[in-house]
Nanobody, 127 residues
């Protein structure tokens, strides 16, 4: 059984940082691109970052480029999202997902094509 478990969310002041983690099990981790999505209040999930398994090529949405950094540890089956300079508009539920390719994470409504998800972790940024 595939499991993805996020952790690291919480309450932080604007300008602060958080590091999200996602622990994967039950899959050949290196064969998957790992993506981070977020669901802003009242909106659908959007793919904000992704990292490929074999070569660590990354993708960032424009909204987080230069602020968030994705990384992975294939030996530990972990993926991370370092979030810096957080703003209140980053308040959302953050999810990790295993994807066949980062192009799916980056695509509009790409979340609809993915089946392997974590339960989400809430990030709240106060002003």
């Amino acid at each position: 059984e595939v499991q993805l478990v996020e952790s690291g969310g919480g309450l932080v002041q604007a300008g602060g940082s958080l590091r999200l983690s996602c622990a994967a099990s039950g899959l050949i981790f290196v064969d998957y691109a790992m993506g981070w999505f977020r669901r802003l209040p009242g909106k659908e999930r959007e793919g904000i970052s992704c990292i490929r398994g074999h070569d660590n090529t990354t993708y960032y949405a424009e909204s987080v480029k230069g602020l968030f950094t994705i990384s992975r540890d294939n030996a530990k089956k972990m993926v991370y999202l370092q979030m810096n300079s957080l703003k209140p508009e980053d308040t959302a539920v953050y999810y990790c997902a295993a994807a066949p390719a980062c192009t799916v994470v980056a695509a509009p409504n790409g979340h609809r094509y993915l089946e392997l998800w974590g339960q989400g972790t809430v990030v709240t940024v106060s002003s």
